[in-house]
């Protein structure tokens, strides 16, 4: 009797939290020299240093999403071609990411999705060895073919799916939602994912969920703490020639780390000691949302906690969007507090869309009918909407030997942010966060 064996792949990769990952048909980009270096950079950037079990790198990740989309393009009858395709994305999607992942992306003023696309050309080769078309590749970072959203959907596509659990297993929380069960009540199409509706319930846990890992994980304030004083150092490094841009793009997380280790800068050499000793800055002065202030744990700490509306918060995020600005904001701090550059730093909450629950479309399949989750349940919209202003905070951080005597200037700290901050324009006053 014979058997078929041709199914079986000639090369699997096994990673955590998913079955084994056939990669038989893309060898030629996995090899790539390119890929290769996603094992050098961790999904959580410098998170690790909060989490130790968040060492899990961006190549991990990939393999776990190319086995989700596999798993679905099965499930779902996708013809070959559009699951090969898909398939490639799905390993290509995070190709642009440099060292610790997004927290250098607003140093280096470019977005890891950016710099995949410049990088794609040097794939061209692999991707025609793997039956894929590099026109159509290019086509999908665009988000010129619908079959993107299979992987980048912000609720439901492959990529989210994956980190949701894998993220969620390294980082060390439980209850994740049961992807695979929902999986079977997905739908599509030509506009993208929508979930039959008996599974309303399935679908408000993912988003949940999501708001609850950037609450303790993403955005864990000691994780916030750290990635600024990491970010402060690469700032210094590229101001003074000590590192640049496009090297940093191409290094791995360890590379990186040993450039700033071996240079003689005062504050690079300051700031990455206190890393190492886990000497961290510590809160010292908090900006939440008005009536969030309950929210900032307080008690026998020097932390000055103030409110500010809205369209406050909203005028200081956009002012201060981008890292140059921090800079000078922090060394003009640190300047009216009369201590060392480096001492006081500004790690803010990121105010970006990628916070913000996207809406999903949800079906009747008996009914033939479909409607919006966020139109059709408001409470479920504005529960998201309260974790993420509990969430938000604008923190200034000081090194933790002066963190009693900088509680004592909080009135000067108020003075210098009150004029950093613009006049409201009441033509573009916006919430921070409206549906």
């Known amino acids: 009797m014979k058997h078929r064996l041709d199914y079986l792949p000639a090369k699997a990769v096994c990673v955590p939290g998913c079955p084994p990952v056939d990669i038989s048909e893309f060898l030629p980009v996995v090899d790539h020299p390119h890929f290769q270096k996603l094992r050098g950079r961790k999904q959580l950037g410098v998170n690790y240093l909060v989490f130790p079990g968040a060492v899990h790198t961006r190549f991990e990740h990939t393999m776990g999403v190319l086995g989700i989309t596999r798993r679905f393009c099965s499930l779902y009858g996708v013809d070959s071609d559009t699951t090969r395709l898909v398939c490639a994305y799905a390993l290509l999607h995070d190709i642009g990411h440099g060292p610790f992942s997004h927290q250098i992306e607003p140093i280096l003023k470019t977005t890891h999705h950016d710099r995949g696309m410049a990088l794609l050309p040097d794939f061209d080769h692999a991707l025609s060895q793997c039956g894929v078309d590099p026109g159509a590749m290019r086509a999908m970072f665009k988000r010129q073919n619908v079959w993107h959203k299979f992987v980048s959907d912000r609720n439901f596509g492959t990529d989210k799916l994956d980190y949701l659990r894998r993220d969620a297993l390294h980082i060390g929380f439980s209850g994740a939602p049961d992807i695979d069960k929902l999986s079977l009540y997905a739908a599509f199409d030509n506009r993208g994912w929508a979930i039959e509706e008996k599974f309303l319930e399935d679908v408000k846990r993912i988003q949940k969920f999501y708001s609850y890992l950037h609450q303790h994980g993403y955005l864990n304030k000691t994780a916030l703490s750290i990635q600024r004083v990491f970010q402060r150092a690469i700032q210094e490094a590229l101001a003074d020639d000590v590192a640049r841009p496009e ?134 919209f504005r529960s998201l909407q309260g974790d993420y202003l509990q969430t938000f905070a604008i923190r200034l951080i000081v090194l933790p030997e002066l963190r009693q005597s900088i509680h004592q200037k909080a009135s000067a700290i108020t003075d210098v942010l009150n004029a950093a901050i613009p006049p409201s324009n009441p033509k573009e006053q916006t919430t921070l966060f409206s549906l």
């Open 247 to 380: 090297a940093v793009w191409n290094m791995e997380d360890w590379e990186l780390t040993a450039s700033l280790n071996q240079t003689r800068h005062p504050v690079i050499a300051d700031l990455m000691s206190r890393l190492r000793g886990r000497g961290f800055h510590r809160s010292v002065y908090v900006i939440k949302p008005y009536g969030y202030a309950y929210v900032e744990r307080r008690s026998a700490k020097n932390i000055t906690v103030r409110e500010w509306s809205r369209d406050r918060l909203r005028r200081f995020s956009d002012t201060y969007a981008d890292v140059r600005g921090i800079l000078e904001l922090e060394n003009h701090l640190a300047a009216a507090l009369q201590i060392p550059k480096g001492a006081i730093l500004l790690a803010a909450m990121p105010y970006f869309e990628k916070l913000v629950p996207q809406d999903i479309r949800m079906f009747s399949q008996s009914e033939g009918t479909e409607y919006s989750l966020f139109d059709n349940d408001q409470n479920h």
